[in-house]
């Protein structure tokens, strides 16, 4: 199977506090996205990597929010200080090697912060 | 730049209706194109796509074509069942824009039995 595995799937924080997303792909792949979905901006790609090297972070709404990839294994979103309206789902996504220029998402992960 | 765009919603059929949500998009080079579909409280899964002109790509009932001279890619199935509601979005990916997807507005569709 393709795709990725977030975490967490689900979080309440706080105004202020720091906030670390995770993704760990699953298959094989060259390119990983992460993505926003709000019910009122849809679908925004934040930032994607290449090969583990960020390409196109204009995507990321404001310097609180920074993206890693250390490994080909696994990627962070991480917002510091978190504001009310960051919340939204988090979606990372790759592009499969084995099936071309498919791209697969995760499951999302939840983020309310209050 | 890319675009597409995605006939607006909510759509509400009856069950075994026939289903049609339109696609047009805007690209520069010679895109791939997909059908995700994103079930309530889930992430996106893809349904169908097709990579060149003329191709179908169908999945679960579910088939698009993808006509170049029209640059449309629209989604049908001849008949619905309730599991089907859900929120519909067509997407490109174009060799010009590094792979990436360009999506849709999305469609969400409700089925009713």
């Known amino acids: 199977d393709a795709g990725v595995i977030q975490s967490p799937r689900h979080e309440v924080t706080e105004m202020g506090q720091e906030v670390t997303l995770r993704c760990k792909p699953i298959s094989g792949h060259d390119y990983l996205f992460w993505y926003r979905q709000t019910m009122m901006r849809g679908l925004e790609l934040l930032i994607y990597?290449?090969?583990?090297?960020?390409?196109?972070d204009s995507g990321m709404p404001e310097d609180r929010f920074s993206a890693k990839m250390p490994n080909a294994s696994f990627s962070t979103l991480k917002i510091q200080p978190s504001e009310p309206r960051d919340s939204a789902v988090y979606f990372c996504?790759?592009?499969?090697?084995?099936?071309?220029?498919?791209?697969?998402f995760g499951e999302g992960s939840w983020l309310t912060v209050v | 730049g890319d675009s597409v765009t995605q006939m607006e919603g909510p759509v509400t059929l009856s069950e075994e209706a026939f289903l049609t949500i339109n696609c047009t998009y805007t690209a520069t080079g010679y895109p791939s194109l997909f059908w995700y579909v994103q079930y309530p409280g889930e992430g996106l899964q893809l349904l169908l796509k097709?990579?060149?002109?003329?191709d179908k790509g169908s999945n679960k009932g579910f088939e698009a074509t993808y006509r170049k001279e029209t640059t449309s890619f629209h989604l049908e199935k001849g008949s619905v069942q309730v599991s089907d509601s859900a929120v519909y979005f067509c997407?490109?990916?174009?060799?010009?824009?590094?792979?990436?997807?360009?999506f849709g507005s999305g469609t969400q569709l409700t089925v009713l039995p």
């Open positions: 996504a790759i592009r499969d090697i084995l099936s071309g220029n498919t791209i697969y």
């Open positions: 990597f290449n090969n583990n090297v960020p390409i196109d």
């Open positions: 997407a490109l990916s174009d060799q010009g824009s590094a792979r990436q997807l360009t």
């Open positions: 097709a990579t060149k002109a003329d």
